[in-house]
């Protein structure tokens, strides 16, 4: 059995048994998280690494993300104010920037 041994993830089983196998999950931020691995696909520690550390800074990623959606939100609401109208889902916020906050 193949496996791999990571700081951040500990120890990873790498074989797949099938196209693609998810080798680590974990809830961060409420968000369920995966690591998924393609067969014949060679991992690096250098790969791990940067996801490792993307998933460290998890928190401003998120933050970043926020702010990117609220000015595009702002800029053009059209496609949210449609499905929200549409779906009768009158009861989320109407401002933009409480409504990605949710």
């Known amino acids: 059995m193949k496996k791999m041994e990571h700081q951040y993830f500990g120890q990873l089983n790498l074989v797949t048994t099938d196209d ?3 080798i680590w999950e974990k809830e961060i ?3 369920d998280t995966c690591f998924w ?3 014949n696909v060679e991992l690096s520690t250098g790969r791990l690494d940067l ?4 998933l460290e800074n ?3 990623k998120i933050k970043e993300a926020r ?3 609220i000015a595009y939100l702002k800029d053009d609401s059209y496609y ?3 499905h929200i109208e549409e ?4 009861d989320l916020p109407s401002d933009i920037t409480e409504f990605v906050s949710k």
């Open 20 to 22: 693609v196998e998810v």
């Open 29 to 31: 931020q409420g968000i």
């Open 37 to 39: 691995l393609g067969k």
């Open 51 to 54: 996801y490792a550390q993307f």
């Open 58 to 60: 998890i928190d401003d």
């Open 67 to 69: 702010k990117t959606l």
């Open 80 to 82: 949210i104010d449609f």
């Open 87 to 90: 779906c009768g889902l009158e």
